[in-house]
């Protein structure tokens, strides 16, 4: 038996939901922006390969790969259920930027989990199956956030709810939005750039965050998108973050001025989006991007939509 399973890239904190928004994102030309990992049966214990273009940009231990944690945490969990892990291979294909804001780990981390759950005839039921991914996320980034790894198995706009036995659940959002997706080709560390931000906020951060927050999820779902954009204003990173990325403020102006509904940080950056209305204005914005964010040849822009479907089988 072979599978290969597919997870999509993810834009953490849409701006206005520091740890608890995250959209699943595909290019709309259908290109794949996103980790494979395909598992194969063989005769006897385990082996991991890596290969792709990122390949070699991931720890030098094969222990340190996250899919291989994913690996030994999934065996553990079923031995616990008296079942026992089979012989197999897993191959990543490492097609992610690592530490670029695009959810590389979770990629990974989301890719690998599914494969194992289908292979073993689905144990795990979705929900089980998440929390484990929040835990290897948290081993990477220092502190377990679900807003990466949510979207990339789900798909969608998801919220973390984390209660009543959910995770994560699924926001109406609006499908006509073009995510443009800028990658500027240089590294930001997750796990530093969550130790730079501040302990505690003023009385007003935390107000006007639950404000932006509260309406925003108010506007996705009475369909109100004016105000759903106008809400996508973060006071919890971007403030302390922007110095890490190349000339934020101009670039954002800039994308702003050519249409930009809004703009902001993907995850802990160093990658940048913008939410335009139409083809048009993300075209334009696409091709500003190009020209004044890219910092070397590694860097990229795509436009997207939001992906719907998540982590899913290729034939
Ligand atoms: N399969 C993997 N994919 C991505 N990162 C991995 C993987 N395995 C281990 N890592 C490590 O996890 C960290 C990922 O960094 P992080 O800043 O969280 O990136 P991202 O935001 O892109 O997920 C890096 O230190 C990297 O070496
Ligand atoms: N909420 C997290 C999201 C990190 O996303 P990543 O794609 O940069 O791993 C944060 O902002 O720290």
Redesign the pocket.
């Known amino acids: 038996m072979s599978l290969r399973i597919y997870a999509p890239a993810s834009s953490?904190n849409v701006s206005v939901g520091f740890d608890t928004l995250g959209a699943a994102i595909s290019p709309i030309d259908g290109s794949l922006l996103g980790?494979v990992v395909q598992i194969d049966e063989i005769a006897n214990g385990f082996e991991l390969e890596?290969v792709g273009y990122?390949v070699r940009?991931?720890?030098k231990e094969p222990q340190?790969?996250?899919?291989?944690?994913a690996y030994v945490l999934f065996s553990e969990r079923l031995k616990l259920r008296g079942i026992g892990v089979k012989p197999l291979r897993l191959t990543?294909e490492?097609n992610?930027?690592?530490?670029?804001?695009?959810?590389?780990?979770?990629?990974?981390?989301v890719a690998?989990l599914v494969a194992l759950n289908r292979f073993h005839d689905e144990p795990f039921s979705k929900m089980e199956l998440l929390e484990m991914m929040g835990e290897l996320?948290g081993r990477?980034?220092g502190s377990i956030h679900y807003d990466?790894v949510a979207p990339c198995y789900l798909g969608g706009l998801q919220l973390m709810v984390e209660s009543l036995g959910n995770i994560s659940q699924t926001l109406p959002f609006f499908d006509h939005w073009y995510w443009v997706l800028a990658y500027p080709g240089i590294?930001?560390?997750?796990?530093?750039?969550r130790a730079i931000l501040p302990k505690s906020y003023t009385r007003k951060d935390v107000i006007d965050h639950g404000r932006h927050l509260g309406s925003f999820v108010h506007a996705c779902h009475t369909h109100q998108e004016a105000l759903a954009a106008m809400m996508m204003q973060d006071v919890i990173a971007e403030p302390y973050r922007a110095a890490l990325l190349p000339n934020f403020a101009e670039v954002k102006q800039a994308t702003r001025d050519l249409g930009a509904l809004a703009c902001g940080i993907s995850?802990?950056g160093p990658t940048m989006f913008a939410i335009a209305p139409d083809l048009q204005t993300a075209t334009k914005v696409a091709k500003y991007l190009e020209q004044h964010y890219l910092q070397n040849n590694e860097g990229f822009v795509h436009i997207c939509k939001v992906d719907n479907q998540g982590a899913r089988a290729l034939d």
């Open positions: 953490a980790d890596s990122f940009k991931l720890p340190k790969n996250i899919v291989y944690q990543l490492k992610m930027p690592i530490g670029s804001g695009l959810g590389s780990s979770a990629c990974s981390i690998a996320e990477i980034s990466n590294e930001v560390s997750t796990a530093e750039a995850g802990s």
